[in-house]
């Protein structure tokens, strides 16, 4: 255990230099041979090997917590990153199926306005040669007109 003493009794020289040793000491950056060096040289605060081994030790769980609390944010951020790319799936695939449904009714749509424009040109085409066929049996014109008015053209 290292026990650190601060005479109350006294007033600091220097704050600004308490708060830059406590900055150091708790400084993610810098390491703890930095750290050891720094409170010798500017703080004039004698180490020893125990205190070495604490700070690494302290370094060491600090990374620990840090590198939790890192993956727990990372956890999550992946499960959003899931959840959106899982709706992003879901709306797309809604949009793509509708998109088919409307394609395939557009071309069923398309083919049966064909069909009816087939069966019209043939269904012309046979009202044509059934004129045709009532001329060649010796119906007149006014007969055949007569017909077609109550039969219809189609």
């Given at each position: 255990?290292?026990?650190?003493?601060i005479?109350?009794?006294?007033?600091?020289k220097n704050?600004?230099?308490?708060?830059?040793?406590?900055?150091v000491?708790?400084?993610?950056?810098?390491?703890?041979d930095?750290?050891?060096?720094?409170?010798?040289?500017?703080?004039?605060?004698?180490?020893?090997?125990e205190?070495?081994?604490?700070?690494?030790?302290?370094?060491?769980?600090?990374?620990?917590?840090?590198n939790?609390e890192?993956?727990?944010?990372l956890?999550?951020?992946?499960?959003i990153?899931?959840e959106?790319?899982?709706?992003?799936?879901?709306?797309?695939?809604?949009?793509?199926?509708e998109?088919?449904?409307?394609?395939?009714?557009?071309q069923?749509?398309?083919?049966?306005?064909e069909e009816r424009?087939?069966?019209k040109?043939?269904?012309r085409?046979?009202?044509?040669s059934?004129l045709?066929?009532?001329?060649?049996?010796?119906?007149?014109?006014?007969q055949?007109a007569?017909l077609v008015?109550?039969y219809?053209?189609?």
């Amino acid at each position: 255990m290292v026990n650190t003493y601060i005479n109350v009794n006294e007033e600091p020289k220097n704050l600004s230099n308490l708060f830059e040793l406590l900055y150091v000491l708790f400084s993610e950056k810098v390491k703890v041979d930095e750290k050891l060096n720094i409170m010798k040289e500017r703080f004039g605060i004698r180490t020893t090997e125990e205190i070495r081994e604490r700070m690494l030790n302290i370094e060491s769980l600090l990374d620990a917590v840090v590198n939790r609390e890192l993956n727990r944010i990372l956890g999550e951020k992946l499960a959003i990153i899931d959840e959106l790319n899982e709706q992003y799936r879901r709306e797309w695939k809604k949009e793509s199926e509708e998109q088919m449904q409307k394609r395939v009714e557009e071309q069923v749509q398309k083919r049966a306005e064909e069909e009816r424009k087939k069966a019209k040109a043939e269904s012309r085409l046979k009202f044509e040669s059934f004129l045709e066929d009532l001329r060649n049996s010796g119906y007149s014109e006014e007969q055949i007109a007569e017909l077609v008015k109550i039969y219809g053209s189609n």
